[in-house]
């Protein structure tokens, strides 16, 4: 299943609500993740299928979605935001991810 | 809290065999599929394969003929083989949790990574 996220990277300001997507080739109902990575560490998941936030991660963070087409939102930019995002999905091996979207800072 | 904390060798030369392992610390072995991952210089993300408590493995297809995920029996490190590695092979390796019940199949914990460098 290929994985297939936009934009590929972003540019925005601290405060603004951003949009990524991520569409499948085929359908993956509901199994989407999300994960955010800095440079130098490992991913971080975020958002688990398509709209469950994991523990820990901030409200702003929000995902949304089915089948073959999923948002992830954050509505207000923080600093500690810029990173880069990757989609996965888990609806069969093998696993897959997009290509990422780097967020940077404006 | 659980942790994974991952070692192995990081640099090697081609044609030799690449070995990985993690070390599971804090939780449960058991309900959970055990993953490996990579990551390219500069590149996205790479599953390589998994394996249940049980000993049952998938693999990517892509390498599936290169690699070989274990568990011990003492069910708390897993580890990654890689034969006949080229530079191509030169990535992050991260180990990972896939928690299929409870998350969908996300991977929730991470271990920190190993860079293995492939070069003659």
């Known amino acids: 299943i290929q994985m297939t996220q936009s934009p590929s990277s972003l540019s925005a300001s601290v405060g603004d609500r951003v949009t990524i997507t991520c569409r499948a080739s085929?359908?993956?109902?509901?199994?989407l993740n999300w994960y955010q990575q800095k440079p130098g560490n490992a991913p971080k998941l975020l958002i688990y299928?398509?709209?469950n936030l994991e523990d820990g991660v901030p409200s702003r963070f929000s995902g949304s979605g089915s089948g073959t087409d999923f948002t992830l939102t954050i509505s207000s930019l923080q600093p500690e935001d810029f990173a880069t995002y990757y989609c996965?999905?888990?609806?069969?091996?093998?696993?897959?991810f997009g290509q990422g979207t780097r967020l940077e800072i404006k | 809290q659980v942790q994974l904390q991952q070692w192995g060798a990081g640099l090697l030369k081609p044609s030799e065999t690449l070995s990985l392992t993690c070390a599971v610390d804090?939780?449960?072995?058991?309900?959970?599929?055990w993953t490996w991952v990579r990551q390219s210089p500069g590149k996205g993300l790479e599953w390589i394969g998994d394996?249940?408590?049980?000993?049952?493995?998938n693999y990517n297809p892509s390498l599936k003929s290169r690699v070989t995920i274990s568990v011990d029996r003492s069910k708390t490190h897993f580890s990654l083989k890689l034969t006949s590695v080229t530079a191509a092979d030169t990535s992050v390796y991260y180990c990972?949790?896939?928690?299929?019940?409870?998350?969908?199949?996300?991977?929730?914990?991470w271990g920190q990574g190993t860079l293995v460098t492939v070069s003659s």
């Open positions: 085929q359908t993956i109902s509901s199994y």
């Open positions: 804090g939780g449960s072995f058991s309900g959970f599929y």
């Open positions: 990972a949790r896939d928690s299929p019940a409870h998350k969908f199949g996300a991977f929730d914990i």
């Open positions: 996965q999905q888990s609806y069969s091996p093998p696993r897959t």
């Open positions: 299928a398509a709209s």
């Open positions: 394996i249940k408590e049980s000993g049952v493995t």
